[in-house]
């Protein structure tokens, strides 16, 4: 089974610092591995996505995350966050043959300071 | 861009009775599923579906749950007799295939009182 853990429930960063939003995860197969965001009263968005390849993956508003398969992660990075990007961000992961079966993790609420 | 439409946005309905919460998945998918988030928690997969029959489901998708695709676009979740702790977001999604990225929708925000 796939299982994902996200290490911090809550980050506050002020406007313009840096972000990293860390996730681990365990599998016994090869997996995919997601980040979704999604802002408050509203659904879920894909901001980006690990399928293959290149193991930086860049996403959707100057987000990006980097597969460690040694390490069994894949933390999210934002160089300069804003306002907007408060938000609750979900990593999650499905299985190679299935994948569109998504486990999550818990979220890791964003809140940003000016 | 296609996209998962569900309806309604927000569902309040009394314990004990049945509600349907409906979706249209991109129309050249043909793997469908529901996923839930109680308020504060993480999203939890309930169902998939293919070819007009569950193919997995949940721990949580019990006797009470029951999904079907009724016509040649929509996808439902009918829920028989609603509980307080069925209240949650309910998210639908769709995919081309089992082995590609699924799609959400907005979701449908189900308060039960």
């Known amino acids: 089974a796939q299982s994902v853990t996200q290490l911090d429930s809550q980050v506050p960063v002020f406007e313009e610092a840096p972000v990293e939003l860390r996730c681990n995860y365990s599998?016994?197969?090869?997996?995919?591995l997601f980040w979704y965001v999604q802002y408050p009263n509203q659904g879920l968005q894909l901001l980006l996505k690990?399928?293959?390849?290149?193991?930086l993956v860049k996403g959707i508003n100057g987000f990006e995350a980097e597969f460690n398969k040694s390490q069994t992660s894949f933390h999210l990075r934002k160089p300069s966050v804003h306002i907007s990007d408060t938000a609750e961000y979900f990593c999650?992961?499905?299985?190679?043959?299935?994948?569109?079966?998504?486990?999550f993790g818990s979220g890791t609420r964003l809140s940003i300071r000016p | 861009e296609p996209e998962v439409t569900q309806t309604p946005s927000h569902q309040v309905t009394q314990m004990g009775q049945e509600v349907i919460l409906r979706c249209v998945p991109i129309?050249?998918?043909?793997?469908f599923y529901w996923y839930r988030q109680i308020l504060g928690q993480k999203v939890e997969f309930l169902v998939s579906f293919y070819n007009n029959e569950i193919s997995e489901k949940s721990e949580i998708f019990d006797d009470q749950f029951s999904v079907e695709r009724p016509d040649g676009s929509n996808f439902t979740l009918k829920i028989r007799s609603t509980k307080l702790e069925d209240s949650a977001m309910y998210f639908c999604?769709?995919?081309?295939?089992?082995?590609?990225?699924?799609?959400f929708g907005q979701g449908t925000r189900l308060t039960v009182v």
């Open positions: 690990y399928l293959s390849g290149s193991t």
């Open positions: 999650a992961v499905s299985r190679r043959s299935s994948a569109s079966k998504i486990i």
């Open positions: 129309s050249n998918h043909l793997y």
């Open positions: 599998s016994s197969v090869s997996v995919y």
């Open positions: 999604a769709s995919s081309e295939t089992v082995n590609t990225e699924a799609f």
